[in-house]
C-alpha cells in the first residue's frame, strides 16, 4: 500500500528533535561508560594494592650533611633486611627516588624544587597471599630496627576508595536511568506533536477504512527514520567528548589507573543506540495507537 501522505515537521521542530536525541543517548552512554569506567577503576586499584604493604622512613632534613644522608640510606638497606627475614614477606624493595619524585609530580609539578626536596624512603612489601603476617608483629619488628618507621596495609586508601568507586558507579546508573526516562517521554511528546499536525489526515483515512495498524506504521517508519539520524550523532558525540576526556584525564591525573571498559561492556554501550531507535517506535506506535483508538 502507499505510504500516507503526511506533512512534516516544521525545521525547526525536526531539528530540535534530533537534537534532544543525539543528546539523549551521548549522555545514556556517557554515564554507563562512567558506571562501567569507575567499576573497574575499583577492581584495578584493589588489585594493585591487594598483599602490598609500605613502610615509610622519613627523609632527611634540608641542610643536613652528606654523611647523615648516607646513614639514611643505611637505615633503609638495614629495614629492608629485616623485612626479608619475616616469615610471609616474599619480598621488600626500596622504591627509588626518581619514583618517589615521580609520585608527587602530580602535586608539586615538574620544577627544580622537587628535585632538592628532602624525600621519605618508601620500602615496598610484597606480602605471602597464603600466609600473610601479622600486621603487629611486623610494626613491632620495624619498632626496635628503625623508630619512627610507618607501615601501612593501605586498609583505609582501598575502603574510602571502594566507597567512592561504589556512590560513582551508582550515581552513573541513576543518571542512566534518569535519562532513559526522559528520552522516553520526549519521544512520546514529539509523536504526539506529530499526530496534532495530521490528526486532519488520519480522521479521513480512518474514516474511508484504513487499518489502525497500517495507520500506525507510517508514524513508525518516520520515528525509526528519526530517530536513527539522532542515534549516530549521539554516538558521535559520545565518542568525541569520551576521547577528550581520556586525553585530559591522563594529563591531570597520570597516577590513576587507566580507564578499560571490558567487551560486555562495549556491548551494553552498543545497545545504548539500538534501544534508543526501539524506544522511538515503540512510543511512536503506542501514541498512534492511542489517538486512532479514539477516532469514530
Keep these: 500500500m502507499p505510504r500516507i501522505p503526511l506533512q512534516p515537521e516544521t525545521r525547526a521542530i525536526r531539528t530540535l528533535s534530533l537534537a534532544v536525541t543525539a543528546l539523549m543517548v551521548a549522555l545514556a552512554i556517557a554515564a554507563l561508560a562512567a558506571a562501567a569506567a569507575l567499576r573497574h577503576v575499583d577492581l584495578d586499584w584493589r588489585d594493585a594494592l591487594a598483599n602490598r604493604w609500605t613502610v615509610e622512613l622519613t627523609g632527611e632534613e634540608p641542610g643536613n650533611s652528606d654523611t647523615d644522608s648516607v646513614a639514611h640510606d643505611g637505615d633503609g638497606a638495614r629495614v629492608v633486611s629485616v623485612l626479608r627475614t619475616i616469615p610471609g614477606i616474599l619480598d621488600a624493595q626500596i622504591v627509588a627516588p626518581d619514583k618517589v619524585r615521580q609520585l608527587l609530580q602530580p602535586w608539586l609539578g615538574d620544577t627544580e624544587a622537587i628535585r632538592e626536596l628532602p624525600l621519605p624512603i618508601l620500602i615496598d612489601i610484597r606480602l605471602d597471599p597464603a600466609n600473610p603476617p601479622q600486621f603487629s608483629v611486623v610494626a613491632g619488628m620495624l619498632g626496635k630496627q628503625a623508630p619512627g618507621a610507618k607501615l601501612d596495609d593501605h586498609g583505609r586508601w582501598i575502603g574510602?576508595?571502594?566507597?567512592?568507586?561504589?556512590?560513582?558507579?551508582?550515581?552513573?546508573?541513576?543518571?542512566?536511568?534518569?535519562?532513559?526516562?526522559?528520552?522516553?517521554?520526549?519521544?512520546?511528546?514529539?509523536?504526539?506533536?506529530?499526530?496534532?499536525?495530521?490528526?486532519?489526515?488520519?480522521?479521513?483515512?480512518?474514516?474511508?477504512?484504513?487499518?489502525?495498524?497500517?495507520?500506525?506504521?507510517?508514524f513508525q517508519i518516520d520515528a525509526l527514520r528519526s530517530s536513527i539520524v539522532g542515534a549516530i550523532l549521539g554516538v558521535m558525540l559520545a565518542a568525541g567528548a569520551g576521547a577528550v576526556l581520556v586525553r585530559q584525564g591522563m594529563a591531570v591525573a597520570p597516577l590513576l589507573p587507566r580507564m578499560r571498559l571490558e567487551p560486555l561492556d562495549w556491548a551494553a554501550l552498543a545497545a545504548v543506540p539500538i534501544g534508543a531507535v526501539l524506544i522511538s517506535a515503540l512510543m511512536a506506535q503506542l501514541t498512534a495507537w492511542a489517538l486512532v483508538r479514539r477516532l469514530p
Design 160 to 218: 574510602d576508595l571502594t566507597q567512592l568507586a561504589g556512590a560513582g558507579e551508582m550515581l552513573g546508573l541513576a543518571m542512566f536511568a534518569i535519562i532513559v526516562i526522559a528520552a522516553t517521554l520526549t519521544v512520546a511528546t514529539a509523536a504526539r506533536a506529530r499526530l496534532a499536525i495530521n490528526r486532519p489526515e488520519i480522521e479521513l483515512l480512518h474514516r474511508i477504512g484504513a487499518s489502525d495498524l497500517y495507520i500506525m506504521r507510517q
